[in-house]
């Protein structure tokens, strides 16, 4: 009898290792599919929604990567959404480029975007051009559609995926959101675990900066990301990434975009406050 309940035992832990998405939440942010991009049959596009972290100030986190299915190495010439695009019809910022060798897969971008998950079905990304190393090149035909909507997976999709578009795996996937946590104080480290002074500054409508709804947002972060210095990483990136559209925003004189910009640039730099603090308490208490 110990012997048969040590074998199922193996057998169990066997299967949580090799199939580790039977324990992950069926709703979890899941990648599209790849599809190519108008004009450009060799490049491939894919993208991936997530409401979580921003749903209160009304946006949502948009991820986008791209693939080389050419036959040799290309620099690729891209425009995504502006942060105030409603995608009706799109707005695009400044062009941003990168080498991909054939079969490569970019690192996953991200940026933000009014709506939710569940009330945007697509984002616009546009293929100005791409050339290979000899300096040939070939840009979208004049007249032609340059931009293409690229659809997020549907909700009910049961097999979930990492930004990194692999399958998330037990030392890197978010732990459920319904697992007990342990409480978060504040210590001498002269800074508050769970809410920045930040978040008092920021004036979108129905944004809800009590420091229990920040300390949600902030659960619901490290959850996303798989951990405190993880988020923080992806935090900064995030953060750079609208600091870059703010300047382009500011020379195309639209006022409306820079203003969303800010506000989110805020959002950040209160998120980071709050997940410094707890880098720092973590530190002092291993």
């Known amino acids: 009898m110990r012997q048969r309940t040590l074998f199922r ?20 942010p899941q990648w599209g599919d790849w599809k190519s991009a108008p004009n450009f049959p060799g490049i491939k596009v894919r993208v991936l929604c997530s409401d979580t972290g921003l749903e209160s100030i009304g946006r949502a986190s948009w991820n986008f990567q791209f693939q080389n299915t050419y036959s040799k190495q290309v620099y690729l010439v891209y425009q995504f959404e502006t942060v105030d695009s409603t995608g009706a019809p799109p707005r695009f910022g400044a062009p941003g480029g990168r080498n991909l060798d054939p079969g490569e897969k970019s690192a996953a971008y991200s940026t933000s975007l009014p709506g939710s998950c569940q009330s945007r079905k697509e984002m616009f990304i546009r293929i100005v051009s791409i050339s290979d190393t000899q300096g040939n090149q070939i840009r979208a035909r004049a007249g032609a559609s340059g931009s293409g909507a690229f659809a997020k997976a549907p909700r009910s999709s049961s097999t979930a995926r990492n930004s990194s578009g692999e399958a998330p795996t037990a030392s890197n996937r978010a732990p459920a959101t319904n697992e007990p946590r342990p409480e978060v104080r504040t210590t001498d480290t002269g800074c508050d675990p769970n809410w920045s002074p930040k ?8 944004f809800d900066s009590s420091k229990e709804s920040v300390r949600q947002i902030t659960e ?16 900064e990136s995030e953060r750079q990434s609208y600091e870059d559209q703010l300047v382009q925003q500011q ?33 002092q208490n291993p």
């Open 220 to 235: 619901q972060q490290i959850a996303k990301y798989g951990g405190v210095d993880q988020s923080i990483t992806e935090v």
């Open 251 to 283: 020379n195309d004189g639209n006022a409306a975009g820079v203003n969303q910009l800010q506000q989110l640039i805020l959002f950040s730099d209160g998120m980071l406050d709050i997940l410094r603090c707890r880098q720092r308490i973590s530190t």
């Open 199 to 206: 978040f008092n500054q920021i004036t979108i409508d129905g």
């Open 9 to 28: 035992l193996t057998q169990l832990g066997l299967l949580f290792l090799f199939c580790p998405l039977i324990l992950l939440p069926q709703d979890q």
